[in-house]
Nanobody, 124 residues
């Protein structure tokens, strides 16, 4: 069982940076690939970024590539999403998710555990 708790969301202006965090429980964090997904009002949930258990494999959505960075510290059971050059279209609830195995994937249905989400609002 893995429990996830996101933090760090907030209201920022376009062009600003924000880092959101996800703290995980469990003794096997390094065995779990971690992903970030987001859902804007009235839209489907979409993939943002993912990182393998060891951190050696990273995936990004095209919409955030070059602006967002995912990283993790397995000693701290934490994964972060650094978001730079934020745009109003990045406004959404951001969710972290843990996969049962260490391979990263963009597919939300492959992630077993989900946090409650943290809200990110980017004003123009």
């Amino acid at each position: 069982q893995v429990q996830l708790e996101e933090s760090g969301g907030g209201l920022v202006q376009a062009g600003d940076s924000l880092r959101i965090s996800c703290a995980a429980s469990g003794r096997t964090f390094s065995s779990n690939a971690m992903g970030w997904f987001r859902q804007a009002p009235g839209k489907d949930r979409e993939f943002v970024a993912a990182i393998s258990g060891g951190g050696g494999s990273i995936l990004y959505a095209d919409s955030v590539k070059g602006r967002f960075t995912i990283n993790r510290d397995n000693a701290k059971n934490t994964v972060w999403l650094q978001m730079n050059s934020l745009k109003p279209e990045d406004t959404a609830d951001y969710f972290c998710a843990a996969r049962y195995i260490s391979w990263a994937t963009m597919l939300s249905e492959q992630y077993k555990y989900w946090g409650q989400g943290t809200q990110v609002t980017v004003s123009s």
